[in-house]
């Protein structure tokens, strides 16, 4: 049963952060997409964008329920035909930004934008140090100079993105290069992301594409034992909580970092509906109404998936997540992609149960009276 209004005390499960795919379409083919949204081209309009009119409502009404940041993100959110108008509501509401490019589209002006908002974070897909490897990823020639372009026209205003790589067996021969190339390109994190396997994503597993589970454990020990404590600028190799070194769960721009935040985040899809995240593209299941007729108290307060993840998060989590001595922190890493998996919200993170299933999740990291009970 859902909790009434008078059992919830929104300070309680504050609605810290909008996730807004503002727009359905990206003008890259990416090879690793989770989602894998419409090809699309500037000034098109066919494809789905968010109405600002729409978001602005979303956010006055989410204010008291305790929003203090909006994340931006698409398919390409720099496509939306008034990204300007967008960021200027994050602004006047006074919200912290998020943003997710694959910066092909960033010009001069709009990196003075997002200048204008203070500890922005602006985050820029690269995945490789050259067009050879980033633009075979991201199905777009001239990528790579493309999104060159638009880190020099953020980094010119002052602004220091963060850098996103998608790990492939194509890129992980050249880490160590990548990390160095990014150590001149004045960015304020390197991160390493996995290849999550869905969408397109997955047709790379079955190419042989991606690299299998001990090869990503490997490379992410030599990561956080040789590279990153040299790098000289702050490196996150993202895989969950579990796995990493000390310094890497206690450094200051790393920590944190790996948590599935769902329990303080709304996503709203380009269409105006409120979802978990992007899932809701791919899950309709995890899609919780529409802003334009569901008040954004009533979803947060009483959306039974909601409420349930509240509640069982992470009691109800199974698998090797049942007795990790993270999953109070880590909350199953990806919810959306373990639901994606096995249709539950309560599977196991799908990285850390193939690592458990091969005896190699690290013995340390379980609770030793229930370790055996994992499988």
């Not at 859902?2 to 504050?14: H, K, L, N, V």
């Not at 329990?263 to 978990?276: N, T, V």
């Not at 001595?325 to 990285?351: D, E, K, M, V």
Request: glycine share 8%; net charge negative.
């Amino acid at each position: 049963m859902s909790p009434s209004d008078s059992d919830f005390a929104p300070q309680e499960w504050p609605l810290r952060t909008i996730y807004a795919y503002v727009a359905e379409g990206c003008n890259c083919r990416c090879r690793h997409c989770w989602i894998a949204p419409p090809h699309a081209q500037p000034g098109e309009t066919e494809t789905g964008q968010l109405d600002p009119t729409l978001f602005r409502e979303v956010i006055a009404q989410a204010r008291p329920l305790g929003l203090t940041g909006v994340k931006i993100t698409g398919g390409e959110p720099l496509l939306h035909s008034e990204i300007t108008t967008l960021l200027d509501i994050v602004l006047v509401e006074k919200m912290h930004l998020a943003l997710e490019t694959n910066g092909t589209l960033c010009t001069p002006a709009l990196a003075r934008r997002l200048a204008d908002h203070p500890g922005a974070v602006i985050s820029v897909s690269l995945d490789g140090m050259n067009a050879e490897l980033h633009d075979w990823m991201r199905g777009l020639p001239g990528a790579f100079e493309a999104a060159m372009a638009g880190i020099r026209h953020l980094t010119e205003v002052g602004v220091k993105p963060e850098i996103i790589m998608t790990l492939t067996r194509r890129n992980a021969p050249r880490l160590r290069e990548m990390v160095d190339f990014c150590a001149g390109l004045k960015c304020s994190l390197l991160k390493i992301n996995l290849l999550m396997p869905s969408a397109r994503a997955q047709m790379m597993q079955e190419r042989g594409e991606a690299l299998s589970i001990d090869e990503v454990l490997e490379l992410g020990a030599w990561m956080e034992e040789e590279v990153i404590p040299t790098a000289g600028f702050d490196v996150l190799f993202h895989h969950p909580p579990a796995f990493r070194r000390l310094p890497q769960l206690l450094g200051a721009a790393t920590r944190g970092r790996g948590q599935c935040g769902m329990k303080h985040i709304l996503g709203m899809l380009c269409d105006g509906s409120f979802a978990l995240c992007g899932i809701g593209y791919l899950a309709p299941g995890l899609v919780f109404g529409h802003a334009s007729t569901d008040p954004v108290a009533a979803v947060w307060r009483n959306h039974p998936v909601l409420t349930s993840l509240r509640e069982g998060l992470p009691r109800r989590l199974t698998g090797v997540c049942a007795q990790c001595l993270f999953n109070h922190t880590c909350l199953g890493f990806c919810i959306a992609q373990n639901y994606l998996r096995a249709r539950s919200l309560w599977a196991p993170c799908w990285y850390c149960q193939e690592a458990f299933d091969r005896a190699a999740f690290p013995e340390s990291r379980l609770r030793p009276d229930l370790a055996p009970l994992c499988a």
